[in-house]
């Protein structure tokens, strides 16, 4: 039961960290419609977008701990070496992505 109300509580506060950090992140935008207000109003969608994180990440830990019983393993099946050979081949493919966009 635990782990069931663990994973609604991370899809909710996932979902709603996501809204407040699109919300958050045009504050140039918002100024046309709010004015001057509109950066501390962006300013405090921020701040609850981080709560909303820190839930988030505190359920992924409990999360660890009260898995849900689907038969899925928590490990990946290859060895720890090929998780990093792959990371580190995708990374720069992410880094120059982001330069051209």
Same mark, same amino acid.
């Given at each position: /039961? =635990?782990?069931? +109300?663990?994973? !609604? #509580?991370?899809?909710?506060?996932?979902?709603?960290?996501?809204? *407040?950090?699109?919300?958050?992140?045009?504050?140039?935008?918002?100024?046309?419609?709010?004015?001057?207000?509109?950066?501390?109003?962006?300013?405090?969608?921020? /701040? =609850?977008?981080? +709560?909303?994180? !820190? #839930?988030?990440?505190?359920?992924?830990?409990?999360?660890?701990? *009260?898995?849900?019983?689907?038969?899925?393993?928590?490990?990946?099946?290859?060895?720890?070496?090929?998780?990093?050979?792959?990371?580190?081949?995708?990374?720069?493919?992410?880094?120059?992505?982001?330069?051209?966009?």
């Amino acid at each position: /039961m =635990i782990a069931w +109300i663990n994973v !609604g #509580v991370l899809l909710i506060s996932t979902v709603l960290m996501v809204y *407040f950090y699109k919300v958050s992140v045009s504050p140039a935008q918002l100024e046309q419609k709010l004015g001057e207000k509109a950066w501390t109003t962006c300013a405090r969608y921020r /701040m =609850i977008m981080g +709560i909303f994180e !820190g #839930v988030t990440v505190v359920n992924y830990f409990v999360y660890f701990f *009260f898995p849900l019983d689907l038969g899925l393993s928590l490990t990946l099946p290859w060895d720890y070496w090929i998780s990093i050979f792959l990371a580190m081949a995708t990374c720069p493919l992410a880094f120059f992505s982001t330069l051209h966009s």
